[in-house]
C-alpha cells in the first residue's frame, strides 16, 4: 500500500517562500511520474507542477519562474519549492504519483497539506 504523507504548508506573507515536502512509503517513487496538485473550495484539483523520473518537468502557466519540483527517488521524497507566493497560490496541495500501463492508470494521493499566503 502507498502512502504519501505532505509537510511543510503554512501562513506566510506575500512575496514569502515555502518548501514542500512528500514522503513516499510502500514503494519507490522510481517507478512513478509525480506531481504536485492544488484545491481550492469549489474547485478542481489543478495540476500545479509534475516531474517524470528522467527529470522532465511541466509547470502551469501561473508558477512559471517561481516554483520548482523535484524528486529524490534515492530517499524516496518530493519536493515543491515555491518562491515570490502570491495570495492566488492558496490552496490544499496534494502529493500525487502516477503510472500508466496498458490497462489501466494509477494514481496515489495524500491528504494535502495547506498553504496559505495572506498579509
Known amino acids: 500500500q502507498v502512502q504519501l504523507v505532505e509537510s511543510g504548508g503554512g501562513l506566510v506573507q506575500p512575496g514569502a517562500s515555502l518548501r514542500l515536502s512528500c514522503a513516499a512509503s510502500g514503494s519507490r517513487i522510481s517507478a512513478y511520474g509525480v506531481g504536485w496538485y492544488r484545491q481550492t473550495p469549489g474547485n478542481q484539483r489543478e495540476l500545479v507542477a509534475s516531474i517524470t523520473n528522467s527529470g522532465t518537468t511541466n509547470y502551469v502557466d501561473s508558477v512559471k519562474g517561481r516554483f520548482t519540483i523535484s524528486r529524490d527517488n534515492g530517499k524516496n521524497m518530493v519536493y515543491l519549492q515555491m518562491h515570490s507566493l502570491k495570495p492566488e497560490d492558496t490552496a490544499v496541495y496534494y502529493c500525487?504519483?502516477?503510472?500508466?500501463?496498458?490497462?489501466?492508470?494509477?494514481?496515489?494521493w495524500g491528504k494535502g497539506t495547506l498553504v496559505t499566503v495572506s498579509s
Open positions: 500525487n504519483l502516477k503510472r500508466m500501463t496498458l490497462a489501466d492508470t494509477i494514481n496515489y
